[in-house]
């Protein structure tokens, strides 16, 4: 409005009416002309101007019909895919950098921190991944967890970290082996139970652990709150009895009594018990080969086939 304004100085009301109608005008430079919807060229009338014909020449801007869009479709698992991509596409050609990246690139998923929502999510985060990856082969869970509680016994994270990841499990397609390291306690325990049957193992010092779910301090909770709190916990008990169950194959009530107090369990023990299959030993192998640095060049094309 400001230019309209600076071009109809102040005059008679009749040219500022007139003035204020007035539509701009659309490729009013003397020496352009239109030649097409997107090409400008130099008028001949201005062909003797070296300096415009250099400065203008041809402006040139992409046609919609020219060009090359993307494909996008949102009937895979990301938000929005790109037809015809998938994870070979975007490939590795060189081993991951870093020691976590090399274990999930050789399906392997560590377990080595109390359930806390942080471990959780990774876990979660990196079953999907490794099923998006490839749903034919199975991936590796090592377990090395004291569940949601610390080692002295306090209660770190809810019981629900432990169900999360036990649920994923059985989402995905992939088979899911499980090796129990160091400790498999309480909710750790239940998911080292809940691998692929016939495929859970223990290393010869490894220990598991079952106990009942815990009830984090109360703090400055009102006694309605406490009940509600109970309520709960025992309904998240009933549940990890009835996964257990499942995996061992001993009903809801024998477990239930022998959870009354920790039931510690040597590779021996949690064999009888039904927890796991097998005792991982020196001669016994578990997991597919690890690639040599040989085949990793050779699958990258680093090297003549």
């Known amino acids: 409005m400001s230019g309209v304004r600076g071009a109809c100085a102040p005059a008679s009301a009749a040219k500022m009416s007139s003035c204020s109608t007035r539509q701009p005008q659309m490729w009013s430079h003397p020496t352009l002309r239109r030649t097409s919807p997107h090409v400008v060229s130099v008028t001949p009338a201005a062909a003797n101007d070296v300096g415009d014909l250099e400065r203008f020449g041809e402006?040139?801007?992409?046609?919609?019909?020219?060009?090359?869009?993307?494909?996008?479709?949102?009937?895979?698992?990301?938000?929005?895919?790109?037809?015809?991509?998938?994870?070979?596409?975007?490939?590795?050609?060189?081993?991951?950098?870093?020691?976590?990246?090399?274990?999930?690139?050789?399906?392997?998923?560590?377990?080595?921190?109390?359930?806390?929502?942080?471990?959780?999510?990774?876990?979660?985060?990196?079953?999907?991944?490794?099923?998006?990856?490839?749903?034919?082969?199975?991936?590796?869970?090592?377990?090395?967890?004291?569940?949601?509680?610390?080692?002295?016994?306090?209660?770190?994270?809810?019981?629900?970290?432990?169900?999360?990841?036990?649920?994923?499990?059985?989402?995905?397609?992939?088979?899911?082996?499980?090796?129990?390291?160091?400790?498999?306690?309480?909710?750790?325990?239940?998911?080292?139970?809940?691998?692929?049957?016939?495929?859970?193992?223990?290393?010869?010092?490894?220990?598991a652990m079952l106990h009942q779910p815990r009830v984090p301090p109360t703090g400055q909770r009102q006694a309605i709150e406490i009940q509600v709190k109970w309520k709960e916990v025992l309904a998240q008990k009933q549940n990890m009895l009835q996964i257990l169950s499942r995996t061992t194959g001993h009903s809801a009530e024998k477990l239930d009594k022998d959870m009354q107090r920790p039931l510690y369990m040597q590779p021996k023990d949690a064999l009888a018990y039904g927890i796991i299959d097998g005792i991982v030993t020196p001669e016994k192998q578990i997991i597919d080969d690890v690639k040599s640095a040989a085949q990793w060049d050779k699958e990258a094309g680093l090297v003549a086939r």
Request: charged fraction near 15%.
């Open 59 to 207: 402006l040139w801007t992409p046609e919609p019909t020219k060009m090359q869009l993307p494909n996008i479709q949102a009937n895979s698992g990301a938000p929005g895919a790109a037809a015809g991509t998938g994870y070979d596409d975007h490939k590795p050609r060189t081993p991951p950098p870093d020691l976590p990246s090399l274990l999930l690139d050789s399906r392997i998923v560590y377990l080595g921190m109390p359930l806390v929502p942080a471990v959780t999510e990774l876990i979660i985060a990196e079953m999907l991944y490794l099923q998006y990856k490839d749903r034919t082969k199975p991936l590796y869970l090592y377990i090395n967890s004291t569940g949601t509680t610390r080692a002295d016994g306090e209660t770190v994270g809810f019981e629900t970290e432990g169900t999360a990841i036990y649920d994923t499990m059985s989402f995905i397609k992939n088979e899911v082996h499980t090796v129990g390291v160091g400790v498999a306690i309480g909710q750790s325990c239940m998911l080292l139970s809940a691998g692929q049957k016939g495929h859970r193992y223990m290393l010869e010092h490894a220990t």
